[in-house]
Nanobody, 122 residues
Framework: QAQLVESGGRLVQAGGSLRLSCAGS?????????FGWFRQAPGKEREFVGA????????YYADSVKGRFTISRDNANSKMYLQMDNLKPEDTAVYYC??????????????WGRGTQVTVSK
């Protein structure tokens, strides 16, 4: 069964950087899908952060993170990353990785991880 596991979330000061990782079930599964990152802050709905295409040739991001966050993927090692720079307190959320189609809606994604907590202090 397909499995995604996020890691790397922790407490960081505003202005700092953090890299989240998403590990997949294996290269056969991993290379079949586009991947995305979503986040959910306390009391808010889950929102789209960014997505990367199957081969990693293209990415796109929510306006709120554009220019600060970068997604990359390593299909050979079944991993995807979210590099987050210049973090702001409003980036505090549980971050989820997801596998599926190349889109920005939750409906585009089939498999989801359980999330990793990112907390940005002032």
């Amino acid at each position: 069964q397909a499995q995604l596991v996020e890691s790397g979330g922790r407490l960081v000061q505003a202005g700092g950087s953090l890299r989240l990782s998403c590990a997949g079930s294996g290269p056969t599964f991993f290379s079949r899908y586009a991947f995305g990152w979503f986040r959910q802050a306390p009391g808010k709905e889950r929102e789209f952060v960014g997505a990367i295409s199957w081969g990693g040739e293209s990415e796109y991001y929510a306006d709120s993170v554009k220019g600060r966050f970068t997604i990359s993927r390593d299909n050979a090692n079944s991993k995807m990353y979210l590099q987050m720079d210049n973090l702001k307190p409003e980036d505090t959320a549980v971050y989820y990785c997801a596998a599926g189609g190349y889109g920005s809606s939750e409906e585009a994604f089939v498999y989801w991880g359980r999330g990793t907590q990112v907390t940005v202090s002032k």
